[in-house]
């Protein structure tokens, strides 16, 4: 009998043990992708390396010059494109440095840039085509958004990282929120997420639209989703700020959205085809993103011509340095060209 009991006892001690182990998995996949995207709405300052690469891109022959299909030309030099971001961001002081690396056609463009709160420097690279009087060869060129907005007679526009960051994470957080997570997310095991070396993640979740919940996708997002963004919008005035709209013009938006539902849908299911829509996220000890990844593979149908649009894209972000001293990629020049002093030797419009 005590053997029975010991037995027992052992295997109730397997059976809490196991029931312990499940209790402290990861958080469910949504809620821990979610947690993450706000945290890091939070952080202070990173540092970031990002890659947008277009792997397709197809559209229907058109208007030809000089015998010549510029339908083909487009597709042949966008196919393969890639551009690499290097990036520094700090809420204080207000200031995000980028060097941006376009490779097209064979060729590599790159152009620096500093964001403050309202200027934005950039130093414009050196093509045939731009035609650059050489008093702006090598320099940055500095454009003041309050002055250029103060001259058109809007209101005075910002270049805030930080509330554009809040607004793309608030959104984000709409955004997931209507999906149902066993459609929608899993945990990735990240041997199998491709992460790159030295990311480290505590947990991988995916969301991933595709054929198989595509319709149900459509309905979420005309139904749910967007009129819910437009609402979040609509009742934040930094919000609206940021995309320069009223109140009203979201909520006139919003009625013509609710007005339009049905023929929307008709529309996404009959002439669009999701081959995978994706997100990769990585996510450290701390309840932060050290990596994201995404996918777009779509196809846009015209019934009535029979063409075909198709985009092939994918994009990754490593975050490192976070809530770190910033170490910015430049100084702020003394000597850059007024973006007004320099369209007028262009002879170009001052306005944007």
């Known amino acids: 009998m005590k053997s029975v009991q010991r037995i027992a006892y052992l295997a109730l001690i397997v059976v809490l043990l196991v029931i312990a182990g499940c209790s402290s998995e990861s958080t469910?996949?949504?809620?821990a992708l979610q947690e993450a995207m706000k945290n890091m709405g939070n952080i202070n300052s990173y540092s970031a390396q990002m890659s947008l690469g277009i792997d397709n891109f197809e559209i229907p022959s058109g208007a030809s010059e000089n015998g010549i299909d510029m339908a083909t030309v487009i597709?042949?030099?966008l196919k393969g494109a890639k551009?690499?971001?290097?990036?520094?961001?700090?809420?204080?002081?207000?200031?995000?440095?980028?060097?941006?690396?376009?490779q097209l056609s064979g060729t590599t463009i790159t152009i620096p840039m500093i964001v403050t709160g309202e200027k934005l420097f950039m130093k414009l690279p050196a093509l045939p085509m731009l035609q650059l009087p050489e008093s702006a060869a090598g320099k940055f060129v500095e454009l003041d958004m309050k002055t250029l907005a103060e001259e058109q007679g809007a209101a005075a526009a910002t270049l805030d990282a930080a509330a554009q960051q809040k607004l793309v994470q608030e959104l984000g957080a709409v955004v997931l929120k209507h999906f149902d997570e066993k459609t929608y997310f899993k945990n990735v095991k990240a041997k199998d997420a491709g992460l790159p070396d030295g990311v480290k993640a505590e947990q991988v979740v995916r969301f991933t639209v595709d054929e198989s919940n595509y319709k149900?996708?459509?309905?979420t997002i005309v139904n749910e989703?967007?009129?819910?963004l437009l609402n979040v919008i609509a009742s934040n005035e930094s919000y609206l700020e940021q995309i320069q709209k009223s109140k009203e013009d979201v909520e006139k938006m919003k009625a013509d959205?609710?007005?339009?539902?049905?023929?929307k849908i008709d529309y996404l299911n009959q002439n669009v085809k999701v081959n995978e829509l994706s997100i990769t996220g990585a996510i450290n000890k701390d309840k932060l993103l050290t990596y994201q990844a995404g996918k777009v593979d779509v196809e846009l149908m015209d019934k009535a011509s029979g063409n075909v649009f198709k985009a092939n894209v994918h994009f990754d972000m490593t975050y490192s340095d976070v809530n770190s001293d910033p170490k910015f990629l430049y100084e702020i020049p003394t000597d850059a060209v007024k973006f007004e002093d320099l369209a007028k030797q262009m002879q170009l419009p001052t306005g944007l």
Do not use: C, F
């Open 225 to 228: 989703m967007v009129p819910d």
């Open 257 to 263: 959205w609710d007005a339009g539902k049905a023929a």
């Open 75 to 77: 597709t042949g030099m």
């Open 83 to 102: 551009l690499d971001i290097k990036a520094v961001y700090a809420k204080e002081p207000q200031r995000t440095d980028m060097e941006l690396n376009l």
């Open 216 to 219: 149900q996708s459509v309905e």
């Open 28 to 31: 469910p996949p949504k809620q």
